[in-house]
């Protein structure tokens, strides 16, 4: 298990080709950002195909990932060198997912954010992911909802990994209830028991909606998918 970084090493590469009988299964998983990510955040994913065939010498790839549009499966088609019917797909929203959009002015949508938590009836039980736009709107929201006697924590890119780390985990035990997050959150999270995800800010596209509402419900009971829309 590791990183597409790791794979640029060639000492790395070297052992895995000296693996006897050579490597079976490559599996990308979240594989959607080699489409994504690849020309400017993570240049590493942009060489995944390239490696696995000409170095790595996979004998099959498997590219895993809940939000390829069209367009991001027309791309890792053509750089992990898929054949068209190697495509596999599944419904896109799960039945028990409850998705809406609320009209909030965005100076009343700490208040609406308050009374979900507090009297909406599917949020009283299990964990609470809010996405917010900014790390500044995460911790404000996380330190207003705090004050009202609700577990919350923020977690962002811009705190300490070890500080990151622990409210991840304090959320997993069900210790901290509601996480205010941005985007940095979530990623290979699973947690069966999320009752909500709420979009306190828009989502960047389509995708990252999907990919943010996928976290909830996953233990197959209702859960809610909510937005806020100003």
Avoid at 21 to 34: F, K, P, R, T, Y
Avoid at 86 to 112: C, F, H, Q, Y
Wanted: hydrophobic share 40%; proline share 3%.
């Amino acid at each position: 298990f590791v990183s597409p970084e790791r794979l640029l090493n060639d000492n790395f590469v070297g052992d895995l080709q000296n693996v006897p009988g050579g490597v079976s299964l490559a599996v990308i998983d979240e594989a959607h950002c080699v489409s994504e990510w690849s020309h400017n955040f993570r240049p590493a994913y942009h060489r995944l195909g390239r490696i696995l065939t000409d170095r790595v010498r996979a004998k099959t790839t498997l590219a895993l990932t809940a939000t390829a549009t069209k367009k991001t499966e027309l791309s890792l088609i053509k750089q992990l060198g898929i054949a068209q019917d190697g495509v596999l797909r599944n419904v896109r929203v799960r039945d028990n997912l409850i998705l809406s959009v609320m009209r909030v002015p965005a100076l009343a949508r700490e208040k609406t954010l308050l009374h979900l938590l507090k009297y909406d009836e599917m949020l009283q039980t299990g964990s609470v992911i809010v996405y917010t736009a900014t790390q500044r709107d995460s911790e404000r929201v996380a330190g207003y909802l705090y004050n009202e006697g609700i577990k919350a924590k923020a977690y962002h890119a811009g705190q300490e990994p070890a500080q990151r780390r622990q409210t991840q985990h304090e959320f997993m035990m069900s210790k901290v209830r509601v996480v205010i997050a941005t985007i940095a959150f979530g990623m290979g999270l699973d947690k069966s028991d999320v009752r909500a995800v709420i979009n306190f800010s828009l989502p960047r596209s389509p995708e990252a909606y999907i990919q943010q509402a996928g976290r909830a419900g996953r233990d197959g009971a209702p859960a809610a998918c909510i937005t806020f829309l100003d």
